[in-house]
């Protein structure tokens, strides 16, 4: 069945491994990236009115979609919606925009605050749901406030206390849709800010697998622990299933190293969940999203 929404592009059997950073994942049967608000409300009206499941992604950097693929619509969030405005010490932010780049036209303005966030792969509306983070510094820290789409269609602006941001964590779930995000930030010295972004992007560079395809971190940091360093005691460094392995470079990713398929990447995090369960008495929680 061909799916037309006014004048809304909608793609079928789209791959959903060219729009995640794993490169993994069946096709979706209806694929559409908005370019404004407005076009997200239509979508989600839609398919509410005709039964059809879909499902909201950003740029795909934590998440796996299985090999069957998407049985519904996916609305991507992506570089139509990615304008950024910056004024003074004040950056908004649609939710398409990579953080990097936010975290690159911060430093270009003076900006301190967002050095953290310069290597992060995703958009800027994902970072908002997981409350990303690395290096001492997450979004809770700079976030002002962020606009928000219910499922009922009514747009609402959250101050970031009403976000309750927490590890990995915020009152973003299935039924809210982040689509702009205000930050607040400080003014710096453009020299100590770049030293500090270089700094942070060779320590990626050197302890963690950027050469791979991945989702990011696998597993979510059990209290009182270290994912990676429970993985790695384990015995579980370069643990292979198929062409998904346990990063031999860092012991928190999972990374596809050789045409992986999704059925390999959760058998080698069911594997590592149930050794270091056996081993530690800890059940890690995946930080990856799954979607079936």
Do not use: W
Not at 17 to 39: D, L, V
Not at 186 to 207: C, F, P, Q, V
Not at 248 to 275: I, R, T
């Amino acid at each position: 069945m061909s799916l037309k929404i006014e004048e809304i592009k909608i793609l079928e059997q789209e791959p959903m491994c060219k729009h995640t950073t794993f490169r993994i994942g069946g096709a979706a049967k209806y694929f559409a990236m908005p370019k404004n608000t407005a076009e997200i409300q239509t979508l989600i009206a839609y398919c509410k009115e005709h039964k059809l499941d879909y499902c909201v992604l950003g740029n795909g950097s934590n998440v796996l979609f299985t090999d069957a693929g998407y049985d519904g619509l996916i609305i991507q969030i992506g570089s139509a919606m990615s304008e950024i405005r910056v004024d003074g010490t004040s950056v908004y932010a649609q939710a398409g925009a990579i953080l990097a780049r936010v975290a690159n036209l911060a430093y270009e303005a003076g900006l301190t605050g967002m050095e953290f966030a310069a290597g992060i792969p995703g958009s800027i509306g994902g970072a908002i749901v997981m409350n990303a983070g690395a290096y001492g510094g997450e979004m809770k820290d700079i976030v002002s406030y962020v606009e928000v789409l219910s499922m009922d269609g009514t747009l609402r602006s959250y101050a970031c206390d009403e976000m309750e941001f927490a590890y990995r964590h915020s009152i973003i779930d299935a039924d809210k849709i982040v689509v702009g995000v205000g930050l607040t930030l400080e003014h710096g010295d453009k020299t100590a800010i770049l030293d500090r972004m270089n700094e942070l992007a060779e320590a990626r560079r050197s302890k963690q697998p950027l050469e791979y395809p991945s989702a990011g971190s696998t597993f979510k940091r059990p209290e009182g622990y270290f994912a990676a360093k429970l993985i790695d005691d384990s015995g579980l460094r370069g643990y292979r299933v198929g062409g998904a392995m346990v990063s031999e470079k860092h012991c928190g990713f999972v990374v596809n190293v050789e045409q992986a398929s999704s059925a390999d990447v959760l058998a080698v995090m069911q594997h590592v969940q149930e050794v270091v369960n056996e081993k530690y008495g800890v059940m890690l929680e995946p930080e990856v999203r799954i979607i079936r």
